[in-house]
């Protein structure tokens, strides 16, 4: 492959870590909002992977009450772990998948690097390098789809009324753009091999027979 292609493919893993990063750091995955006592009093939750946000706001005629605390989620006591102990290992483990996904992707660009250091590697490394970004899609989509299943099936009192939020959509972004970085090193690879002048560059080389 061309070195081109490697350090395009380094951006994109680029991109893809730092838009899986913000989703594991941002506290909406899922947002619960729920207005009570003719509107004069609003709660608000927003659920990231290990933390909870909470706000509650009461407006009164004299003053009002606000109340804004952050804590671990899921929590074994305050969550009910013992009686709800599918939510909270699902949850959880969609959490170990992001932070595995960071790492992979950390691993695909050391790889990158390593690889581009001379010819003879940039003609093997790309199928340890679109591996790397596989692990790393996947990991993210399993994520996705943990997240998406416990809200989809209310697994979590205040899930039923409550909307994905951003940090989702961060995740969404990073593992549809590893699926398409990592088709792309495929083909661009698999085309090196072959001798195309565009995938291998002006040093084209071709299969041995025999």
């Known amino acids: 492959m061309r070195k081109t292609s490697y350090v395009v493919t380094a951006v994109a893993v680029i991109l893809t870590t730092v838009f899986t990063v913000l989703s594991l750091v941002r506290t909406d995955w899922v947002v619960a909002k729920y207005d009570a006592l003719n509107s004069t009093?609003?709660?608000?939750?927003?659920?990231?992977?290990?933390?909870?946000?909470?706000?509650?706001?009461?407006?009164?005629?004299?003053?009002?009450f606000h109340k804004f605390?952050?804590?671990?989620?899921?929590?074994?006591?305050?969550?009910d772990c013992e009686e709800n102990q599918f939510f909270c290992a699902a949850w959880t483990s969609?959490?170990?998948?992001?932070?595995?996904?960071?790492?992979?992707?950390?691993?695909?660009?050391?790889t990158i690097l390593i690889g581009i250091s001379t010819h003879s590697r940039r003609r093997r490394i790309w199928r340890a390098v679109a591996g790397l970004v596989i692990l790393h899609s996947?990991?993210?989509?399993?994520?996705?789809?943990?997240?998406?299943?416990l809200y989809r099936t209310g697994r979590y009192?205040?899930?039923?009324?409550?909307?994905?939020?951003?940090?989702?959509?961060?995740?969404?972004?990073?593992?549809?753009?590893?699926?398409?970085?990592?088709?792309?090193?495929?083909?661009?690879?698999?085309?090196?091999?072959?001798?195309?002048?565009w995938a291998a560059g002006n040093r084209a080389y071709q299969p041995i027979d025999g």
């Open 41 to 64: 009093a609003t709660y608000q939750a927003k659920y990231g992977l290990s933390t909870v946000c909470q706000r509650l706001v009461i407006t009164l005629p004299g003053g009002g």
């Open 69 to 79: 605390e952050c804590r671990d989620f899921p929590d074994r006591k305050k969550d």
């Open 94 to 110: 969609a959490g170990y998948a992001v932070e595995l996904a960071i790492g992979f992707g950390a691993l695909s660009l050391v």
């Open 138 to 149: 996947v990991l993210q989509l399993v994520a996705f789809s943990l997240v998406v299943d």
């Open 157 to 197: 009192p205040t899930f039923e009324d409550a909307k994905l939020g951003p940090a989702l959509i961060f995740n969404t972004v990073a593992w549809v753009l590893g699926v398409l970085t990592a088709t792309s090193v495929i083909v661009t690879g698999m085309a090196a091999d072959r001798g195309k002048r």
